[in-house]
């Protein structure tokens, strides 16, 4: 059973934007280091791609490829950590899980995180 739980994906235009949510209900992440990976059409779970990620002292980490193009604010308050998607490309098309642990080393490895979400869809059209 999935601790987290995503949502806020679909279909955008080159260009576009999505917001994703993810939450974690009936227990709290606020002391713990949040996390969003993305997996391609035909990768495995472990070839997961690590996109961002942020800690419980506000420090954030992200891949090369989203640096300038995606944010990841978390509201403790709300239990919640999004993924703010801008200037969006078709080969950020994947599914995008939630993970979270409570180290707060942020790895970049899907291995390192413990606690994951079922995934939302995101596809970008050219």
């Known amino acids: 059973q999935a601790q987290l739980e995503e949502s806020g994906g679909g279909l955008v235009q080159a260009g576009g934007s999505l917001r994703l949510s993810c939450a974690a209900p009936?227990?709290?992440?606020?002391?713990?280091?949040l996390g969003w990976f993305r997996q391609a059409p035909g990768k495995a779970r472990a070839e997961r791609e690590f996109?961002?990620?942020?800690?419980?002292?506000?420090?954030?980490r992200y891949v090369d490829s989203v640096k300038g193009r995606f944010t990841i604010p978390r509201d403790n308050a709300k239990n919640t950590v999004y993924l703010q998607m801008n200037s969006l490309k078709p080969e950020d098309t994947a599914v995008y899980y939630c993970a979270a642990d409570s180290r707060q080393a942020c790895a970049t490895t899907v291995g390192w995180w413990t606690y994951w979400g079922q995934g939302t869809q995101v596809t970008v059209s050219s």
């Open positions: 996109v961002a990620a942020i800690n419980r002292y506000g420090n954030t």
């Open positions: 009936g227990r709290t992440f606020s002391n713990h280091a």
